[in-house]
């Protein structure tokens, strides 16, 4: 499952909105030899949000990234700003103790945070951040039962009054849906319009004199002196030191490809409707937050521009492939028969970091290189926090990472089996869903 060579990628609903109004830079790639303090390979929202750490603490700082900014998962994703891990925090308290559980809590909610503030900072008024909660749906009894139990965890055990449970016809009334059997409502989570997010960033970062070099890849970097000596095919870049924010994307550009086999990258496919007629735009997900089911192989969905937006993971399909849209769009009038006959207008899909154990990773691959990747669907608001920790780390800090934290690059086991192993998990996940086990 290797991510595709730089190209243009599909046509967007975010795209067709339009980016950010400012420019975001010169749109050239570097075409002369730099030395800088730190070099930030991937203009992404760890990458942008690196810098933007690194100039607030006057490190002269430099971004490469082999396609323009907004690309790759940044500006492809579906602008979900949620306050959570894949991995639950009964689950990590178990595992490893209520202290780490209450840090992990802090960090999640710390990366809205983070969102929230960029936003104010950059006036990015166009990315349409909306704080108005994320509600998980269930799809049976037994998982109702378990994110019910999550959230009287999180209660009692965190102190967090945040989540709160709906039952079958509050959720039904709020979704349009009559697919549920309950939920539960995540208040401190939100949406965004993703690629006017990153592309205002740019052009914040712009304005401050961060320059930010597209079409650029790093084909070549080595150790040099105390320092790094990263090649592009324009000009090369010496710095102190180096972030490494390419994510799934990091098999683009030689440079990077190492870091790739510490993800199993997921493809992640997104449709979008027509404008919704006005009677039904009333109807569905009225409080206009974000939506996810329960179901292993799940599914999400908001409205956006006035539209249903339905995506989830594809681990069958590759790039471009119809398939897996067409398997959206069915699922998607399973849990919404009234769209059946809304025409959708817009596809397009992408890859997730996924990590084996469900956590983003960060942390140090030498004394001159810091990475931050993995973060498996739920990168908003994760990937702005810790582009400003690893901007931290580059310039000698130790920020509370937690279990974030790694030691060294990790390569996941048997990598080059990755792809059929993928398809074998999902389509035993998709076997579990179908008996609602």
């Given at each position: 499952?290797?991510?595709?060579?730089a190209?243009?990628?599909?046509?967007?609903?975010w795209?067709?909105?339009?980016?950010?109004?400012?420019?975001?830079s010169?749109?050239?790639?570097?075409?002369?030899?730099?030395?800088?303090?730190?070099?930030?390979?991937?203009?992404?929202?760890?990458?942008?949000?690196?810098?933007?750490?690194?100039?607030?603490?006057?490190?002269?700082?430099?971004?490469?990234?082999?396609?323009?900014?907004g690309?790759?998962a940044?500006?492809r994703?579906?602008?979900?700003?949620?306050?959570?891990?894949?991995l639950?925090?009964?689950?990590?308290?178990?595992?490893?103790?209520?202290?780490t559980?209450r840090?992990?809590?802090?960090?999640?909610?710390?990366?809205?945070?983070?969102?929230?503030?960029?936003?104010d900072?950059?006036?990015?008024?166009?990315?349409?951040?909306?704080?108005?909660?994320?509600?998980?749906c269930?799809?049976?009894?037994?998982a109702?039962?378990?994110?019910?139990?999550?959230?009287?965890?999180?209660?009692?055990?965190?102190?967090?009054t945040?989540?709160?449970?709906?039952?079958?016809?509050?959720?039904?009334?709020?979704?349009?849906?009559?697919?549920?059997?309950?939920?539960?409502l995540?208040?401190?989570?939100?949406?965004?319009?993703?690629?006017?997010?990153?592309q205002?960033?740019?052009?914040?970062?712009?304005?401050?004199?961060?320059?930010?070099y597209?079409?650029?890849?790093?084909?070549d970097?080595?150790?040099?002196?105390?320092?790094?000596?990263?090649?592009?095919?324009?000009?090369?870049v010496?710095?102190?030191?180096?972030?490494?924010?390419?994510?799934?994307?990091?098999?683009?550009?030689?440079?990077?490809?190492?870091y790739?086999?510490?993800?199993?990258?997921?493809?992640?496919?997104?449709?979008?409707?027509?404008?919704?007629?006005?009677?039904?735009?009333?109807?569905?997900?009225?409080?206009?937050r974000?939506?996810?089911?329960?179901?292993?192989?799940?599914?999400?969905?908001?409205?956006?521009?006035?539209?249903?937006?339905?995506?989830?993971?594809?681990?069958?399909?590759?790039?471009?492939q119809?398939?897996?849209?067409?398997?959206?769009?069915?699922?998607?009038?399973a849990l919404?028969?009234?769209?059946?006959?809304?025409k959708?207008?817009?596809r397009?899909?992408?890859?997730?970091?996924?990590?084996?154990?469900?956590?983003?990773?960060?942390?140090?691959?030498?004394?001159?290189?810091?990475?931050?990747?993995?973060?498996?669907?739920a990168?908003?608001?994760?990937?702005?926090?810790?582009?400003?920790?690893?901007?931290?780390?580059?310039?000698?800090?130790?920020?509370?990472?937690?279990?974030?934290?790694t030691?060294?690059?990790?390569?996941?086991?048997?990598?080059?089996?990755?792809?059929?192993?993928?398809?074998?998990?999902?389509?035993?996940?998709?076997?579990?869903?179908?008996i609602?086990?």
């Amino acid at each position: 499952m290797k991510p595709p060579a730089a190209r243009q990628s599909a046509a967007s609903l975010w795209s067709a909105m339009g980016g950010a109004t400012a420019p975001v830079s010169t749109g050239a790639p570097l075409a002369r030899d730099l030395v800088t303090e730190v070099a930030v390979i991937g203009a992404g929202y760890s990458g942008l949000c690196a810098a933007y750490a690194l100039q607030k603490r006057g490190a002269e700082t430099v971004v490469l990234d082999a396609n323009p900014v907004g690309w790759g998962a940044s500006g492809r994703n579906g602008g979900v700003v949620s306050s959570k891990f894949r991995l639950s925090f009964p689950t990590i308290a178990r595992l490893h103790g209520i202290d780490t559980a209450r840090t992990m809590h802090r960090l999640a909610h710390e990366g809205v945070r983070v969102v929230e503030s960029l936003v104010d900072e950059f006036k990015l008024h166009d990315a349409h951040f909306q704080h108005t909660g994320s509600l998980r749906c269930a799809h049976t009894e037994r998982a109702f039962a378990t994110i019910r139990a999550e959230a009287d965890w999180v209660r009692q055990a965190l102190g967090d009054t945040s989540m709160s449970v709906q039952s079958r016809a509050e959720v039904a009334r709020e979704t349009g849906s009559n697919a549920f059997v309950g939920g539960v409502l995540s208040a401190d989570a939100g949406t965004i319009l993703p690629l006017r997010y990153v592309q205002g960033i740019a052009a914040g970062l712009t304005t401050r004199k961060v320059p930010i070099y597209e079409s650029s890849p790093a084909i070549d970097m080595q150790r040099d002196g105390e320092g790094v000596l990263i090649r592009t095919p324009g000009g090369t870049v010496r710095a102190k030191q180096v972030i490494v924010a390419t994510n799934a994307y990091s098999s683009l550009t030689p440079a990077t490809g190492a870091y790739q086999r510490t993800l199993v990258p997921f493809r992640s496919a997104i449709i979008a409707t027509e404008r919704l007629p006005a009677e039904l735009d009333a109807r569905l997900m009225v409080e206009q937050r974000s939506y996810t089911e329960t179901r292993r192989m799940m599914k999400w969905f908001r409205k956006a521009d006035g539209r249903m937006v339905f995506g989830g993971r594809d681990a069958f399909g590759k790039e471009g492939q119809l398939a897996g849209f067409d398997a959206l769009q069915r699922a998607m009038v399973a849990l919404f028969p009234d769209l059946t006959s809304v025409k959708v207008e817009y596809r397009w899909s992408g890859y997730v970091g996924m990590t084996f154990d469900q956590l983003p990773h960060i942390g140090r691959s030498d004394a001159v290189t810091t990475f931050c990747l993995g973060y498996n669907g739920a990168g908003v608001a994760m990937a702005s926090l810790l582009g400003q920790q690893a901007a931290a780390l580059a310039l000698g800090d130790k920020p509370e990472l937690s279990l974030l934290a790694t030691n060294g690059l990790q390569p996941v086991p048997f990598h080059a089996l990755r792809s059929p192993g993928v398809r074998m998990v999902a389509a035993w996940y998709q076997f579990l869903d179908a008996i609602g086990a």
